[in-house]
Nanobody
Framework: QVHLVESGGGLVQPGGSLRLSCAASGNIIVINTMGWYRQAPGKERELVATITRGGVTNFADSVNGRSAISRDNVKNTMYLEVNGLKPEDTAVYYC?????????????????WGQGTLVTVSS
């Protein structure tokens, strides 16, 4: 009943920038913490950045200083900006959210993942 859809991936040159979007829809009361994760070929999925509903952010060391995360709580949309892209930033980027909905009249927290969007950093 809750879906996350990422967009904005594609091919970018080293040193360039990207801006990804994650739109949430469905049976949503509120969205708590949201985050971006990524998975490169042959590697484990890793955290990129998170943002609480109140706007407190956290970044992985790999992107700290060159990344920004934001959200629009009216549109239920989250954004990720990464500058100074490196080949090692190449990965499928996934949106994650803790979503509060109602099942049988009881508020329930769900952890929801998007389908991912591919970012390729190459000349």
């Amino acid at each position: 009943q809750v879906h996350l859809v990422e967009s904005g991936g594609g091919l970018v040159q080293p040193g360039g920038s990207l801006r990804l979007s994650c739109a949430a829809s469905g049976n949503i009361i509120v969205i708590n913490t949201m985050g971006w994760y990524r998975q490169a070929p042959g590697k484990e999925r890793e955290l990129v950045a998170t943002i609480t509903r109140g706007g407190v952010t956290n970044f992985a060391d790999s992107v700290n200083g060159r990344s920004a995360i934001s959200r629009d709580n009216v549109k239920n949309t989250m954004y990720l900006e990464v500058n100074g892209l490196k080949p090692e930033d190449t990965a499928v980027y996934y949106c994650n959210a803790g979503v509060v909905n109602v099942k049988a009249g009881i508020p329930t927290v769900l952890e929801v993942w998007g389908q991912g969007t591919l970012v390729t950093v190459s000349s």
